[in-house]
């Protein structure tokens, strides 16, 4: 307390004793007991006001000792059971944590991580998937700006995930603690199946398998591709200690439509102490058609590059660029895509309204509107000679489709000729412009449907800034193309509008996030946020059959079906309220990647403890860990002082005591006939 308040506490005490005095004492005809009893609460009164002003505050100094953190992090995934290291990861890691010297010096934490991170002292090794990369980012963000060491205990075969060993903050060293056999074994497994996802029917489809050996003499092996019972591909592969990997391309007959499951296997007559990571088995949907995209300009322009590589990332779609005075004929064309239209497209213009193909207009600084104007009717363009850069806004309630924001607004502005844009008819806009923070009130991106035809427009050019600014915000183009893909999708059909759209991949791999998600629309076509969503998946084997609740997300339901076998299922999807239904079909592939290990990687694990300057050590070495961790003057307790400011009494109290005590003055002062 300061020498301030003391003063006024003692002023205070003066100034309340002499009114109390001067009330109940100075002058007073009679002197009594009661005279005393009232000028002491008039006093309690007077000085808790008083002390209530001042507000005393007194200041408490305490000192801390902090500790340097000391996360034990351990694999928690099942490849530390498929190791057979499951015991000694438990044992390594309670003769850490428990160790007194350790604990007397640091702050230990003790951590597990799988496909996620968490705090825990609770391990089951029971996790799908490996994702060290995770490890590091959290790590991060627990101890910012913390100079710390780490314990890693695992095997070092990482899943999913970035790489790890570039991960870890470099100037925090990090010692991995290496569970399970490092004995090198004889050992074939494939490694890695690149296919694509569709192949179309009477076509042939690569296959490009990555097969490894592990062992230190020569050996001979036999290649093949099989389905069901018959072996379509078959080869003889040679392997020795100077050669110990191999990229083979196979191609495939695409006979059947449908989704086809295959099975790629390596086999030898050495014995292998692991032969579950000699087969992989993967997936194919046949399909019997293709939609072919003309990208139709008369202009240069790196759009045309990005919406070509866009739209051919999904295997179903081909795309010809073609100047508009060589379009002879449109027969051979699904979607047309008109690249800045002008005058020079009146030809392909008067084509389309006999072929009656569904199009998709961009526009830009080189459009001719007024030409546009006379082609079309679903926009009218009143524009001048002034580009104007527009930048975009998500319309969360666009229906005709399911699409997510990909954060369109934080995206480059999109450059277009200055002007008003109306909408004539049945629009639909997934995008508004604005242009800074002004809202045009006119599209950006829209579609229109009139009988039966179907039309996309978007109005400004620069989209392959977009598609960029998508790789690095996502580290992949595979958002970008999905949302591209979608325009195509929806222009490629004339199918009419559906009340439930439910969105699933054919084919998952055991161990994989298995979503489906729903958009329902009301009958206005609006997102109904009020739908209710079942699923029922039924094992087409084992007739097995579960139900669950889609949870609303952002703009759409989902569910996760994680946890189920592998198998063929079919599933049904319907909407309590409406009785609306959709059903479908799905297959799990039966894929254990934590299985595909016979030794753990010490040479990541190396690098690790390298680039952090940390070191490795093996379960016989943990005392010299611990050892080095008591050891190192790097990682000494910090005591920290510590300032705390309470006040003196607390004023909710003080309130309720002076309200007594004038409470109780009033009432005696009644009693005696005072007032």
């Known amino acids: 307390m300061t020498t301030n308040a003391v003063l006024l506490l003692l002023l205070s005490l003066i100034i309340a004793s002499g009114l109390s005095y001067f009330q109940y004492f100075y002058k007073a005809k009679t002197k009594s007991n009661v005279n005393l009893i009232l000028a002491f609460l008039r006093f309690l009164s007077l000085f808790g006001i008083f002390i209530l ?188 200690p100077s050669k110990k990997s191999m990229i083979l391309s196979v191609l495939l007959p695409a006979n059947k439509v449908g989704l086809q499951v295959f099975k790629a296997t390596i086999s030898s007559t050495e014995k292998e102490k692991n032969s579950y990571n000699n087969t992989k088995n993967f997936a194919v949907e046949i399909i019997d058609q293709k939609t072919n995209v003309a ?198 059909s004339n199918a009419s509008k559906k009340s439930l759209v439910v969105n699933h991949e054919s084919f998952y791999n055991s161990g994989e996030a298995i979503e489906i998600s729903a958009s329902y629309f009301n009958k206005n076509y609006e997102f109904d946020e009020k739908a209710r969503l079942t699923i029922s998946v039924s094992n087409i084997k084992t007739k097995q059959t579960k139900n669950y609740d889609l949870l609303k997300g952002n703009n759409s339901y989902k569910v996760n079906l994680d946890g189920l076998s592998a198998g063929a299922y079919d599933f049904s999807v319907k909407e309590l309220n409406s009785k609306t239904s959709h059903s479908g079909h799905f297959e799990i592939l039966d894929f254990d990647i934590e299985k595909q290990f016979v030794n753990p990687d010490v040479g990541k694990l190396s690098q690790l403890a390298t680039q952090t300057q940390g070191k490795v050590y093996y379960p016989n070495q943990v005392d010299a860990l611990i050892q080095t961790l008591l050891e190192s003057e790097n990682y000494k307790a910090v005591q920290k002082e510590i300032v705390s400011k309470t006040p003196l009494i607390d004023w909710v109290w003080l309130l309720v005591l002076i309200a007594t005590t004038l409470t109780s003055e009033w009432f005696l002062r009644k009693y005696n006939g005072m007032l």
Do not use: C
């Open 53 to 240: 002003v001042i507000n005393p505050i007194i200041t408490r100094k305490t000192l801390e000792i902090i500790k340097t953190p000391l996360p034990i992090v351990v694999d928690n995934s099942s490849s530390i059971v498929d190791l057979k290291a499951n015991e000694m990861g438990l044992e390594l890691y309670k003769k850490l944590s428990e160790n007194k010297a350790l604990q007397e010096k640091f702050d230990v934490q003790s951590y597990r991580f799988d496909s996620d991170f968490q705090q825990s002292d609770e391990f089951d090794f029971k996790g799908t998937q490996t994702n060290l990369d995770e490890v590091a980012k959290s790590l991060k963000s627990i101890y910012k700006n913390t100079r710390f060491p780490t314990i890693l205990i695992t095997d070092g075969n990482q899943t999913t995930g970035n790489d790890y060993v570039y991960s870890f903050d470099a100037t925090n060293k990090v010692y991995p603690l290496v569970v399970g056999d490092t004995t090198k074994l004889l050992d074939l497994k494939v490694v890695q199946l690149n296919v694509n996802k569709y192949a179309f029917q009477k076509n042939k489809f690569p296959v490009e398998v990555f097969l490894q050996y592990s062992g230190n003499k020569n050996v001979k092996a036999n290649f093949s591709i099989s389905q069901g019972n018959s072996v379509l591909s078959k080869q003889s592969v040679s392997f020795s």
């Open 295 to 492: 990208i139709v300009s008369a202009i240069d322009h790196p759009d045309i590059g990005a919406l070509k590589r866009a739209i051919e990332s999904n295997a179903q779609r081909k795309v010809t660029i073609v100047k508009p005075n060589l379009v002879n004929s449109l027969q051979d064309y699904n979607i047309l895509i008109l690249y800045q239209p002008t005058a020079e497209f009146k030809s392909v213009f008067e084509k389309n309204k006999l072929a009656g193909i569904n199009t998709f207009i961009v526009t830009g600084t080189n459009t001719d509107f007024n030409f546009l104007n006379q082609q079309q009717s679903n926009l009218t363009f009143k524009m001048s000679g002034q580009k104007e850069d527009y930048l975009a806004e998500f319309n969360s309630q666009f229906n005709l489709f399911a699409i997510e924001n990909l954060g369109f607004e934080n995206f480059s502005p999109l450059q277009n000729a200055f002007g008003t844009v109306t909408t004539n008819g049945t629009v639909s806009t997934l995008l508004s412009s604005k242009i800074r923070t002004i809202e045009t009130n006119s599209p950006l991106l829209a579609f229109a449907e009139n009988q039966g035809k179907r039309s996309a427009f978007l109005l400004g050019e620069n989209i392959w800034k977009w598609r960029l600014q998508s790789h690095v915000d996502n580290h992949s183009f595979e958002k970008f193309d999905l949302f591209v893909d979608k325009i195509i999708q929806f222009l490629a």
